[in-house]
């Protein structure tokens, strides 16, 4: 998957159309072969993007900074990346017309390792579901049926008292650094609920037991919107499982709220709206 070439010439035309203010996209970070967001403004800077399978981050995160409200932006977007960016659209945080999209069908994208990420092997809505340039083949992707997180089916098998252990483990890991939250692109409140240095809820204190209240009370505000996209994860200084959080959530959410999938449908509400008299209600969150 190599895009590098087209979204140069799309970006080049769209400074020189005078369509666009900033371009956000990707580039080389300059030591290994790794990649970084980069937010263009002009024309002489086009040849710094790139796009391969080493364009890991969700760039509708950008979406929220001071560097691109209120102005006209060219990105680009994968398939999770695209029903983040439906999600931010459905939920008024971006105004279409103030964007150039183009959409990747995506392939998946690979660790520093060079394996395909455990969200790409999984995906099952790999093409940019809203865009204004498609790159790629439409319809070539392997069509897959939705599945639990692997992850999340070999944790149900264990027995309570071992999940439980498992997850203090991992709260007791959390540096309480928000890198998480700042990085999710549907974490874009102004004051959000659970900020370390204001929140009276959690005391600004960096314990396990308001790190557990923190990130349980913060993937509660992602439940039915995740897109796993694994930005937060990516961010994670503490390199913690967060996608457990979200894909227990998600799973729950596609069972019990008529297979809802987070962005996936344009101006689609959210799985709390979708209230039936046909929902099982079976379960609590
Ligand atoms: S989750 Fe899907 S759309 Fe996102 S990077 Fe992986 S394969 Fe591409
Ligand atoms: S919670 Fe994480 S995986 Fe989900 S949308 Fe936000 S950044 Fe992406
Ligand atoms: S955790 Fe909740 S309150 Fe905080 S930014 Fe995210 S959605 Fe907003
Ligand atoms: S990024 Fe990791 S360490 Fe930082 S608050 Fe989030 S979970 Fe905790």
């Known amino acids: 998957m190599n ?17 666009i203010d900033v371009f956000v996209g ?11 967001p980069v937010l263009i403004t ?20 950008y979406l929220k900074t001071d560097h691109t409200r209120k102005k006209r ?6 398939g999770c990346d695209s029903r983040a960016l439906n999600l931010m659209l459905t939920e008024k945080q971006v105004k279409r017309e103030n964007l150039y999209v183009v959409g990747i069908c995506c392939e998946g994208v690979v660790d520093d390792a060079g394996q395909k990420m455990q ?53 007791e890991n959390c540096i309480r650094c928000n890198a998480c939250r700042h990085s999710c692109p549907l974490c874009y409140c102004a004051k959000c609920c659970i900020d370390q240095e204001t929140a009276a809820l959690y005391n600004g204190a960096n314990t396990t037991s308001a790190a557990f209240h923190a990130l ?14 694994r930005n937060c994860e990516k961010a994670c200084p503490s390199h913690l499982p967060l996608h457990l959080l979200h894909k227990q959530n998600e799973s729950v959410i596609y069972e019990n709220f008529q297979e809802h ?5 344009p101006d689609d509400r959210g799985a709390f709206y979708k209230y039936s008299l046909k929902d099982p209600d079976d379960f609590i969150m």
């Open 3 to 19: 895009y590098t070439n087209q979204i140069q010439e799309i970006a080049a035309k769209l400074f020189a159309e005078g369509k």
């Open 26 to 36: 990707y580039r080389m970070n300059g030591f290994d072969d790794n990649q970084v």
């Open 42 to 61: 002009g024309p002489q800077d086009v040849s710094k993007l790139v796009f391969t399978d080493k364009s890991v981050f969700n760039l509708v995160n």
């Open 73 to 78: 932006v060219g990105l680009v977007v994968k």
């Open 119 to 171: 969200n790409c092997l999984e995906c099952i809505v790999p093409e940019a579901v809203v865009y204004d340039e498609l790159l790629g083949t439409a319809g070539k992707a392997e069509t897959r049926a939705y599945k639990v997180n692997v992850d999340i089916a070999a944790l149900a098998e264990k027995p309570l008292t071992e999940r439980a252990a498992y997850f203090e483990e991992v709260f």
């Open 216 to 229: 349980m009370t913060w993937s509660l505000h992602l439940a039915g919107r995740c897109v796993d996209c």
């Open 261 to 265: 999938l987070a962005g996936v449908i």
